[in-house]
Nanobody
Framework: QVQLVESGGGLVQPGGSLRLTCATS????????MGWYRQAPGRQRELVAS???????NYADSVKDRFAISRNNAKNTVSLQMSSLKFEDTAVYYC?????????WGQGTQVTVSS
């Protein structure tokens, strides 16, 4: 059974930092590309950052230079280090593991940026 479990969300003030982690099981982690998505109320889910099976990273323009995605193949986890958080980063953040014909999702973790 495939499981993706996100953790690390919470309430943070503007300018603060959070680190999200997605723990995976049931997949051959090293074969999968991994992504972090987010969905704010009333908005479509959007890609925040991705990291390929070979370690190539990609970021949405809105988070470049503030967020960093990384993977730990020994622990089957992917993380998203978020810094300089803004009000508009408030959303539910989802982890995804994907291949061309397969995609798995976690249940999401809430990130709220508020003063």
């Amino acid at each position: 059974q495939v499981q993706l479990v996100e953790s690390g969300g919470g309430l943070v003030q503007p300018g603060g930092s959070l680190r999200l982690t997605c723990a995976t099981s049931g997949i051959i982690f090293t074969r999968y590309n991994m992504g972090w998505y987010r969905q704010a109320p009333g908005r479509q889910r959007e890609l925040v950052a991705s990291i390929s099976s070979s370690g190539k990273t990609n970021y949405a323009d809105s988070v470049k230079d503030r967020f960093a995605i990384s993977r730990n193949n020994a622990k089957n986890t992917v993380s998203l280090q978020m810094s300089s958080l803004k009000f508009e980063d408030t959303a539910v953040y989802y982890c995804s593991a994907y291949l061309p014909l397969t995609e798995y999702w976690g249940q999401g973790t809430q990130v709220t940026v508020s003063s």
